[in-house]
């Protein structure tokens, strides 16, 4: 059984989620207050969002190009670290 969490986003979990969960036999839970997870993610955010950024300023290149900077940092963090991870 897989789990859905959603940290306390009610518009996600509500109507047509809600049906898909139902149908793929997938729970879903609601997580009230978890400021660990979310500071987790913030973080990483942060760290992704201001690396793109940093890379298309450095060359000199358009936002449009914001989805193939964002790979190259992707892989460029995973040659780095061995993994999959930002």
């Known amino acids: 059984m897989i789990t859905i969490m959603f940290g306390n986003a009610r518009e996600l979990v509500a109507g047509r989620t809600e049906e898909f969960c139902e149908q793929q036999g997938t729970s879903d839970s609601l997580v009230l207050h978890s400021p660990p997870s979310n500071g987790v993610a913030q973080r990483l955010v942060g760290v992704v969002t201001n690396g793109i950024r940093a890379m ?7 936002p449009r190009f914001w989805a193939e900077a964002m790979a190259t940092f992707q892989d460029a963090n995973e040659d780095e670290r061995g993994d999959n991870t930002v």
Do not use: A
């Open 56 to 62: 298309l300023r450095d060359s000199n290149l358009p």
